[in-house]
Every structure is written in structure tokens, then in C-alpha cells.
């Protein structure tokens, strides 16, 4: 297990259930993802990719195997440390998950609760990240004035604002036209290396998988390494 990756992995099972019910959704799972990477995961419905991204989030225990975020072990983690694993990271979903009786600004504002931040610094923050997803005019807009990429930039701009090491995005593109989503990931690609912040996206969009330094797959609850991006883009 290397300390000085973002992610680190080793032998990661897990299962659902209990008992005859139980049944093992991931097999075996080694990967490392170095700080600074953006790395993509593609395969089937059902093969375990969101089940990998929420155990790599802390937003599950870990069962069996080893996993490390930027050198804190999470195995028999307590829920302080996993909390504290969270402040590094931020998630981007499929579904915004943005709430409708905030604006643009007040819904990326919430991401800086917990921070350590003045109200000044907040708010230029705040501006700053709203610009730099072309958002500047529409700050006081709610969501329900917004498309459906622009909703999509606040919630990118939200993840982003605390400046989190790690960024977890699961299929942040599927509800977006051909445009829409390689802009929304261009967006997200350009202000991640700015603040030399990892990536892992979980996709089914073969449009986007040049953006990635790196692609993996996985089926049937199994990590496998392609040749080539071409392979799955096929």
C-alpha cells in the first residue's frame, strides 16, 4: 500500500447480505490511483463500479481488504475518521442533488459550512468558482431556471469550492447531450489540475474517455486493465 497515492487498494472484497443471501459484488480489487491522476472506470450496468466509488468515498465500511485515502487506512476506520476521510473529497452524482430553494451561489455556499473560512474569502470562493464554470451571470439563478448542463456546473463548482484533494464523480454526464457533457468534464478536467486535485469518474460515456490519463474496467465485480482506450470505445 503506497503512502503518497490519493487512492490506494488491496485485496478489497465486498459483499451484500447476510447469511444464504449473501453474495460477493467485488472480487479482489488492487488499484492504485496516484495524486494528481484523473482516471476513468467503465463497464456494464451492475459490474461494481458504484459500489468501488462509495466504499472509495468513505460512505461505506470496508469489509475486507485494505483501502487507503491519501494515507489514512479506512479498514476498521471509526465514523470520526471516516467523516475526516470525507473533508478531502468531493462528489459529483449523476443527479445534481442540488436543492431548489437555493441559488447557484447559496447551493456552492453550503459546500463551505464546515470549512474554516471567513465570510470574505467564502464569497470570492464562491464568485470565483461560479465564473470559472461560466456561471458569473447566473448566480442568483435557482436550478429551476438553469439547464440541465448548467446545473451540472454547480454542482461541479460545489464539489470543487472547498478545494478537496480527491473528486468522485459517478456518471456525472448521462442526463447531458454530447456538448453539454464534454463540457462539463473539460470544466471539471481544467480546474482540477489547477488545484492538482485527483480525479475518478465512473462512466458510460465513450465520448469522454480521451480526457482520462488513465482508463480501467470492470465486470462482474472484477478490475481489469484494457490495452487501449479503443478496446471499450468500441
Known amino acids: 500500500m503506497s503512502q503518497s497515492a490519493a487512492i490506494s487498494i488491496a485485496h478489497l472484497n465486498h459483499y451484500y447480505g447476510q447469511g444464504s443471501l449473501r453474495k460477493q459484488v467485488l472480487f479482489n480489487i488492487n488499484l492504485q490511483?496516484?495524486?494528481?491522476?484523473?482516471?476513468?472506470?467503465?463497464?456494464?450496468s451492475g459490474s461494481g463500479k458504484t459500489t468501488l466509488l462509495t466504499l472509495m468515498g468513505s460512505l461505506r465500511s470496508i469489509q475486507e481488504g485494505n483501502l487507503s485515502i491519501l494515507g489514512s487506512e479506512l479498514l476498521d476506520a471509526s465514523k470520526e475518521q471516516m467523516t475526516l476521510a470525507r473533508r478531502n473529497i468531493g462528489y459529483?452524482?449523476?443527479?445534481?442533488?442540488?436543492?431548489?430553494?437555493?441559488?447557484?451561489?447559496?447551493?456552492?455556499?453550503?459546500?463551505?459550512?464546515?470549512?474554516?473560512?471567513?465570510?470574505?474569502?467564502?464569497?470570492?470562493?464562491?464568485?470565483?468558482?461560479?465564473?470559472?464554470?461560466?456561471?458569473?451571470?447566473?448566480?442568483?439563478?435557482?436550478p429551476s431556471n438553469l439547464s440541465g448542463g448548467q446545473k451540472q456546473r454547480v454542482a461541479i463548482a460545489r464539489a470543487l469550492v472547498s478545494q478537496p484533494k480527491i473528486i468522485l464523480a459517478d456518471e456525472p454526464t448521462a442526463a447531458l447531450d454530447k456538448k453539454s457533457g464534454r463540457d462539463v468534464v473539460e470544466i471539471m478536467e481544467k480546474l482540477a489540475r489547477e488545484q492538482s486535485c485527483t480525479i475518478l469518474m465512473?462512466?458510460?460515456?465513450?465520448?469522454i474517455l480521451d480526457l482520462a490519463d488513465r482508463v480501467i474496467y470492470m465486470e462482474d465485480g472484477h478490475l481489469m486493465n484494457p490495452s487501449n482506450v479503443g478496446e471499450i470505445a468500441q
Not at 490511483?33 to 456494464?44: K, N, S, V
Not at 465512473?202 to 465520448?207: A, G, L
Request: aromatic share 8%; proline share 1%.
Open 33 to 44: 490511483i496516484e495524486r494528481g491522476e484523473i482516471l476513468i472506470m467503465t463497464g456494464p
Open 202 to 207: 465512473v462512466t458510460h460515456d465513450n465520448r
Open 92 to 142: 459529483i452524482f449523476q443527479a445534481h442533488n442540488l436543492l431548489n430553494f437555493l441559488t447557484a451561489y447559496q447551493n456552492v455556499e453550503m459546500a463551505l459550512e464546515i470549512q474554516e473560512v471567513t465570510a470574505t474569502e467564502a464569497d470570492a470562493r464562491i464568485r470565483n468558482i461560479l465564473t470559472a464554470v461560466g456561471l458569473e451571470a447566473r448566480m442568483d439563478y435557482y
